[in-house]
């Protein structure tokens, strides 16, 4: 938008100075922003830490690009928070990316780590996940991260359940979805009662090899077809 409008406005010279113009806006915004908190915040530690996160400039994440994290997680979609950790800068995210919520480096870490692996489960439950093993699973990763004594022991944990809660939601998913064709078969059966049918059709109807549907209806069933 800032874009649009600046090569709409702007001399032809200096319309590729877009970003310095959105920029402009961005700062603008802050400084209001700021003003307005440190006209509310009286105690001198608060309006001190404000007046810090504004000189080091930090920036960060924003709401959208958290959705999209927690998304991936709720998707099951494994290859791409995969991705994401390795191509991430882990430890420069966490370091200049997040707010100071303690003096001690290692203590502000797990602070922000703790809250990760809070949001990481219950998008996970978002995704299909049962209630009880996600908040089982933040109990332990939260055991695990009180004897986390590194901020490189703390990084790896927050990967670690990034990975295996997206992975756990990836295998509720994949089961669903064998029950669910488990489900359409035996409709099938029900509606062909009286009609003569191969397995071949009813393989062939799900769009399933037979020899495969056969071993999947008998583990989920307990019976043949």
Known sequence: MHSFFSNTNQPFPKNDFSLFVAEVASICNECVMMRSLLST????????????????????????EEDVIFQEIENGDL????????AADVREELENRVGKMAAHPEKNMEYMVCISIAL????AVRGGLDQNVSYTLTDLF??????????SDIIKLQKDAMLI???QVRQMK????????IEIAKNYIVRHLNKPFTLDELAESLNLNKSYLCRRFKSETGVSI
Do not use: D, W
Not at 79 to 86: G, K, N, S
Not at 143 to 151: D, Q, R
């Open 142 to 151: 939260l055991h695990y991260l009180e004897n986390c004594a590194t901020i």
């Open 120 to 123: 990481a489960s219950r998008a």
């Open 174 to 181: 994949e089961k669903r979805s064998q029950y669910a064709y």
């Open 79 to 86: 290859p791409a928070v995969e991705a994401r950790i390795l």
């Open 165 to 167: 809660f997206t992975e």
């Open 41 to 64: 915040m009286t105690e001198k530690k608060a309006q001190a830490y404000l007046l810090n996160y504004t000189e080091n400039g930090l920036r960060r994440h924003s709401l959208q």
